[in-house]
């Protein structure tokens, strides 16, 4: 099991940016795919992004697509993910996430962050 903490959510004026920070210790996660999910008050947690363990697959949900990035850096055991053109319908509670499965489109992870809050609001 490797675990997870994010670091980076604030508050955020619409149309800004924000990067979040995932570090990972327990493990390397050179061999893992990692990915980003979030949940809305009284929304069900959502996939956000993926990216595949070797970083040439990368996954992004329609509504982040064009806006958000992830990335990886296997020395520093992190990942990233660099949101842009922030929305009011971003505001959530964002989650890192390791392991699992890439499989249509979407991550099945096996481990979870604690999650940090991300809120866009003029």
């Known amino acids: 099991q490797v675990q997870l903490v994010e670091s980076g959510g604030a508050l955020v004026q619409p149309g800004g940016s924000l990067r979040l920070s995932c570090a990972a210790s327990?493990?390397?996660?050179?061999?893992?795919?990692m990915g980003w999910f979030r949940q809305a008050p009284g929304k069900e947690r959502e996939f956000v992004a993926a990216?595949?363990?070797?970083?040439?697959?990368?996954l992004y949900a329609d509504s982040v697509k064009g806006r958000f990035t992830i990335s990886r850096d296997n020395a520093k055991n992190s990942a990233y993910l660099q949101m842009n053109k922030l929305k009011p319908e971003d505001t959530a509670v964002y989650f890192c996430?390791?392991?699992?499965?890439?499989?249509?489109?979407?991550?099945?992870?096996?481990?979870w962050g604690q999650g940090t809050q991300v809120t866009v609001s003029s």
């Open positions: 990216i595949g363990w070797s970083g040439d697959i990368t």
């Open positions: 996430a390791a392991g699992g499965v890439l499989i249509s489109g979407r991550h099945h992870p096996d481990d």
């Open positions: 327990g493990r390397t996660i050179s061999n893992y795919h």
